[in-house]
């Protein structure tokens, strides 16, 4: 399978961006806030010895699956997630085809690209639900209580957001591309 190290360098743009918590950008209480479909930076703790409450500048993921602030947002993380994993088994398949001879035969190609095609699409449809969850409690709070589906208010989309969605284009119209090329035999000149 040509092009592996592509495939390979598509999984990860997809998987970091992911992974990081920097999809929506704001502020609160002073402080910077991020976050991502699982995981937020800089939240807000009571402190006992003040009596008030202080914002706690850290990254992390939310305590459980149901402690994400919306279920839009849990969905994202299913449909994203799944998509990630399947970008990387079309990476992981394609450094295999590397190093092992006749491992990849067009069948398999076609599949890979199949996969990867379905990857995309879950990744893509996971960038387009990210927004209906812009009407939860904590991205009102973060975002001057006016954000809503699809409004940001105060807020700004942060770069692994675009990094997500721009792997998810790439990798359906890469394995678009090269479905097209898949199976052609090449010309053979004399010379």
């Known amino acids: 399978m040509p092009g ?9 743009t997809s998987c970091i961006g992911f992974f990081m918590p920097y999809w929506l950008l704001g502020s609160q209480m002073g402080k910077p806030v991020s976050f991502g479909t699982f995981r937020r930076c800089s939240y807000p ?13 850290q990254c992390g993921r939310y305590a459980s ?9 849990r969905i994202c993380t299913v449909v994203t997630g799944t998509g ?3 970008l990387l088994l079309v990476a992981l398949t394609a450094i ?7 491992l990849i035969s067009r069948t398999i190609g076609r599949v890979a690209g199949g996969i990867q095609f379905v990857g995309g699409l879950l990744i893509g449809s996971g960038c387009a639900l990210y927004p209906l ?10 975002c001057g209580n006016s954000s809503d589906q699809f409004e ?15 792997g998810a284009v790439v990798a359906m119209l890469l394995c678009t591309w090269m479905a097209c090329f898949a ?5 053979h000149y004399p010379y």
């Open 45 to 57: 703790i009571r402190d006992e010895a003040r009596g008030g409450t202080v914002m706690l500048e």
């Open 4 to 12: 592996g190290s592509r495939l390979v360098g598509l999984g990860a």
């Open 183 to 187: 199976g052609k035999k090449q010309k």
């Open 84 to 86: 990630c994993g399947l």
């Open 133 to 142: 969850g812009w009407d939860s409690e904590e991205v009102r709070q973060t």
């Open 65 to 73: 699956f149901q402690g994400i602030p919306s279920l839009e947002w």
């Open 96 to 102: 295999m085809g590397c190093c092992v001879t006749d």
């Open 152 to 166: 940001l208010g105060s807020c700004e989309i942060g770069w692994a957001y675009y990094c997500t969605g721009a």
